[in-house]
């Protein structure tokens, strides 16, 4: 009886003390990441800025296709909130939402979860030309972890599991985009159009369509 008095004690101990190292831990995270796209910053703008697109390249939004999903507003502008239900813990529920946007430069949003636990984030999407034909794309988020639970930020580290989660989402991007870019330019045959300097050779006959 002793030594199970003992755990008990012990227990009681440790859960009062991470729950005192709770008080002083951040209740914040931030981290980025980022990636070049061969294609220009307005096609890429363009696809990213409707939020239902983001089941086709967010790794957490791919992670239940059976998940329950739910649309408000008009998709692309501000307001329009996407909301999930899922079956599966570690993807749980909540909304997200667009707060702001900015043509052709960034897309802000708030996610807001209440299952399994209810924390908010908010993230963003910048977009840099790097040339005519090439664009960065960066990916930010800044998390609310609420007291208690910001002490799981003792054990898990959000910077190497979220940070993975979040560049793999912009690897499917870029695939994504490099990928329907190629496919549109094979489409393309060169051929003769009458202009009034005279006949030119283009690049506008899509194929399938003849001479």
């Not at 002490?151 to 979040?166: A, F, Q, R």
């Not at 989402?169 to 330019?185: H, I, P, T, V």
Request: charged share 20%.
């Amino acid at each position: 009886m002793k030594i199970l008095k003992y755990i008990v004690i012990i227990i009681g101990v440790l859960i009062a003390a991470l729950l005192i190292v709770g008080l002083i831990l951040p209740k914040e995270y931030k981290l980025s990441r980022e990636v070049t796209i061969k294609r220009n910053n307005t096609d890429v703008y363009n696809y990213v800025k409707y939020l239902k697109n983001q089941s086709h390249y967010n790794v957490w939004a791919m992670m239940d296709p059976n998940q329950i999903t739910t649309y408000t507003g008009e998709d692309g502008q501000v307001g329009f909130t996407s909301a999930w239900k899922s079956e599966i813990d570690s993807v749980g529920a909540g909304a997200q939402t667009i707060v702001a946007m900015n043509e052709g430069t960034s897309i802000d949003y708030e996610i807001i979860f209440t299952e399994p636990f209810e924390s908010t984030m908010q993230t963003a999407m910048l977009f840099e030309p790097v040339d005519g034909s090439s664009t960065k794309v960066t990916w930010n988020f800044r998390g609310d972890m609420n007291y208690p639970f910001n002490v799981m930020l003792l054990v898990y580290d959000m910077e190497k599991s979220l940070g993975k989660d979040l560049q793999q989402g912009l690897n499917n991007l870029k695939e994504l985009m490099e990928k329907e870019s190629a496919s549109s330019s094979a489409k393309k045959l060169p051929h003769w159009q009458w202009s009034e300097d005279g006949w030119r050779w283009t690049q506008v006959r899509l194929k399938g369509e003849g001479c």
